[in-house]
């Protein structure tokens, strides 16, 4: 044995003794021992603090009855569970993202946009059901657990060689460990989503049924990416790790038929789209409106509309409209105000060596323009910007063009922004699921026609309905729009 290998091999010794002798736990749902370096006590303690930062970026979705008959699904189901003595929380988020996701300790959760995707009340148990099984199975501690030993070991390495590669090469291979739950841990949330699912009464296949939801909306995805001549954004969330044809998984929901209640519960899908009559579809009052290429802020109190046939998104953090073709496109952004300035020392301040700076008015606001040298997704190029002040907040409007400066177009949308008009605060209301019973001779395409939805209507209206991508309703049959 070398010399460098004997540091080593010491370092790895003592903290092997230190694993060995606190690392162990008995696991709730196998009854084997798992390596973790927290106690139950810490599990609780770290769902508390990290619960108080969930609902910082994303708030209760206020809707006491909704949130009511999620709660009560959920502690249906943690009652059958294998850590049923833990006190659950289940929330839905005020969030138009499609996602679910558990914290250690018992804190659930589910957003009201993977809810807007729902058809039947088996589906909402089946998004718990695999959620609770991360939490029971203590997914998060043991992958935690993981990371830091990996860490360490990388650490002890680096010091006992003397070595960063060392270290580095550690470290990567925790990375690699820890980037997710990975396929085994998801199909053992799979395995035990669907056991608890049996036996509260379910069909446990309607977990595959799930699966199929989030797959359709994956294919939309690629579908829209292609037309708009971009990269899919893909989907790393609940169940992303599987098609719903895997045989594993097809086993592992299949074995949960073995329990005596697996399919007692009778399935009403209208009582359960009762549930979701009036809820809140995309983004909210608080993140703005689109309605076609007008966008209308109640809570900031301005409106401003884009050029004819551009697509127009709502990102979290700014206004994205993108011309037909991918040629050109405009980005607006907030700032907080925090000195007393003029629109143009704004502005110069804002992009160094500003040309072409004029003043602009716009219906209600002072701004100032100008050009400016940007990095943009066409590379570096001279790009029309601009500035509009609105109480203490700067709107911030940059543009990039394939070829030459968006002057036309750009001029236009930033002279229509301006305060709300009183007819238009109705406009600037969230979007909500509305219940219909579908007529002979409805189709998609036509309730499309007459929906507030901005972009796909028909696709997405497909989507809500669990018909994509070319169904269509049947007469009588309660389905879901948007107004």
Same mark, same amino acid.
Request: net charge positive.
């Given at each position: 044995?070398g010399?460098?290998?004997?540091?080593?091999?010491?370092?790895?010794?003592?903290?092997?003794?230190?694993?060995?002798?606190?690392g162990?736990?008995?696991n709730?749902?196998?009854?084997?021992?798992? &390596?973790?370096?927290?106690?139950?006590?810490q599990?609780?303690? /770290?769902?508390?603090?990290?619960?108080?930062?969930?609902?910082?970026?994303m708030?209760?979705?206020?809707?006491?009855?909704?949130?009511?008959?999620?709660?009560?699904?959920?502690?249906?189901?943690?009652?059958?569970?294998?850590?049923?003595?833990?006190?659950?929380?289940?929330?839905?988020?005020?969030?138009?993202?499609?996602n679910?996701?558990?914290?250690?300790?018992?804190?659930?959760?589910?957003?009201?946009?993977?809810?807007a995707?729902?058809?039947?009340?088996?589906?909402?148990? $089946?998004?718990?059901?695999?959620?609770?099984?991360?939490?029971?199975a203590?997914?998060?501690?043991?992958?935690?657990?993981?990371?830091?030993?990996?860490?360490?070991?990388?650490?002890?390495?680096?010091?006992?060689?003397?070595?960063?590669?060392?270290?580095?090469?550690?470290? /990567?291979?925790?990375?690699?460990?820890?980037?997710?739950?990975?396929?085994?841990?998801?199909?053992?949330a799979?395995?035990?989503?669907a056991?608890?699912?049996?036996?509260?009464?379910?069909?446990?296949?309607?977990?595959? $049924?799930?699966?199929?939801?989030?797959?359709s909306?994956?294919?939309?995805?690629?579908?829209?990416?292609?037309e708009?001549?971009?990269?899919p954004?893909?989907y790393? $969330?609940?169940?992303a790790?599987h098609?719903?044809?895997?045989r594993?998984l097809?086993?592992?929901?299949?074995?949960?038929?073995?329990f005596?209640?697996?399919?007692?519960?009778?399935?009403?899908p209208?009582?359960?789209?009762?549930?979701l009559?009036?809820?809140? &579809?995309?983004?909210?009052?608080?993140?703005?409106?689109?309605?076609?290429?007008?966008?209308?802020?109640?809570?900031?109190?301005?409106?401003?509309?884009f050029?004819?046939?551009?697509?127009?998104?709502?990102q979290?953090?700014?206004?994205?409209?993108?011309?037909?073709g991918n040629a050109?496109? /405009?980005?607006?952004?907030?700032?907080?105000?925090?000195?007393?300035?003029?629109?143009?020392?704004?502005?110069?301040?804002?992009?160094?060596?500003?040309?072409?700076?004029?003043?602009l008015?716009?219906?209600?606001?002072? $701004? &100032?323009?100008?050009?400016?040298?940007?990095?943009?997704?066409?590379?570096?190029?001279?790009?029309?910007?601009?500035?509009v002040?609105?109480?203490?907040?700067?709107?911030?409007?940059?543009?990039?063009?394939?070829?030459?400066?968006?002057?036309?177009?750009? &001029?236009d949308?930033?002279?229509?922004?301006?305060?709300?008009?009183?007819?238009?605060?109705?406009?600037?209301?969230?979007?909500?699921?509305?219940?219909?019973?579908?007529?002979?001779?409805d189709?998609?395409?036509?309730?499309?026609?007459?929906?507030?939805?901005?972009?796909?209507?028909?696709?997405?209206?497909?989507?809500?309905?669990? /018909?994509?991508?070319?169904?269509?309703?049947k007469?009588?049959?309660?389905?879901?729009?948007?107004?």
């Amino acid at each position: 044995m070398g010399i460098v290998n004997k540091y080593i091999s010491l370092a790895l010794g003592a903290l092997t003794i230190v694993v060995v002798s606190s690392g162990c736990a008995t696991n709730p749902v196998s009854g084997g021992k798992d &390596f973790v370096l927290m106690s139950e006590d810490q599990e609780l303690e /770290m769902g508390r603090q990290y619960h108080q930062e969930v609902l910082k970026e994303m708030p209760v979705y206020e809707h006491p009855e909704l949130q009511a008959y999620v709660n009560r699904i959920g502690q249906e189901l943690a009652e059958k569970s294998h850590r049923h003595n833990l006190i659950y929380r289940f929330t839905v988020l005020d969030s138009p993202t499609v996602n679910a996701f558990a914290l250690p300790g018992g804190y659930i959760y589910i957003t009201r946009g993977i809810l807007a995707y729902m058809n039947s009340e088996a589906h909402l148990a $089946g998004v718990l059901g695999h959620e609770l099984g991360h939490v029971t199975a203590r997914h998060s501690v043991r992958q935690q657990s993981t990371g830091t030993l990996i860490q360490i070991l990388g650490a002890a390495a680096t010091v006992g060689t003397g070595s960063r590669a060392v270290g580095d090469l550690s470290n /990567m291979l925790g990375s690699a460990l820890i980037s997710g739950y990975g396929r085994k841990m998801e199909l053992e949330a799979d395995r035990l989503g669907a056991e608890y699912l049996a036996n509260t009464g379910y069909e446990p296949d309607e977990m595959i $049924g799930v699966i199929g939801i989030l797959k359709s909306q994956e294919q939309f995805e690629i579908q829209r990416a292609k037309e708009e001549n971009r990269e899919p954004r893909a989907y790393h $969330g609940l169940f992303a790790t599987h098609p719903a044809n895997d045989r594993r998984l097809q086993e592992v929901i299949g074995a949960a038929k073995k329990f005596p209640s697996s399919g007692t519960r009778s399935d009403q899908p209208d009582v359960f789209l009762q549930h979701l009559d009036g809820l809140v &579809f995309g983004p909210g009052e608080n993140q703005g409106v689109l309605r076609g290429n007008r966008f209308y802020h109640r809570k900031l109190d301005f409106a401003i509309e884009f050029p004819p046939n551009w697509r127009v998104e709502n990102q979290p953090d700014r206004l994205l409209a993108i011309s037909k073709g991918n040629a050109a496109m /405009m980005q607006v952004t907030l700032r907080d105000l925090n000195r007393r300035q003029t629109p143009e020392q704004f502005l110069r301040n804002e992009f160094d060596g500003l040309q072409q700076g004029q003043a602009l008015t716009t219906e209600t606001f002072p $701004g &100032f323009t100008g050009v400016a040298q940007l990095n943009t997704p066409f590379g570096r190029k001279y790009s029309r910007v601009a500035t509009v002040f609105h109480e203490n907040r700067a709107f911030i409007i940059a543009s990039a063009s394939k070829q030459g400066i968006v002057n036309r177009p750009f &001029f236009d949308s930033v002279r229509s922004f301006r305060r709300l008009h009183p007819n238009e605060y109705r406009l600037a209301e969230s979007r909500r699921i509305q219940l219909v019973r579908a007529r002979p001779g409805d189709t998609f395409a036509q309730l499309a026609r007459n929906s507030n939805l901005s972009n796909y209507a028909e696709a997405q209206l497909r989507l809500l309905n669990d /018909m994509y991508p070319s169904g269509e309703p049947k007469p009588g049959q309660l389905i879901k729009i948007v107004r």
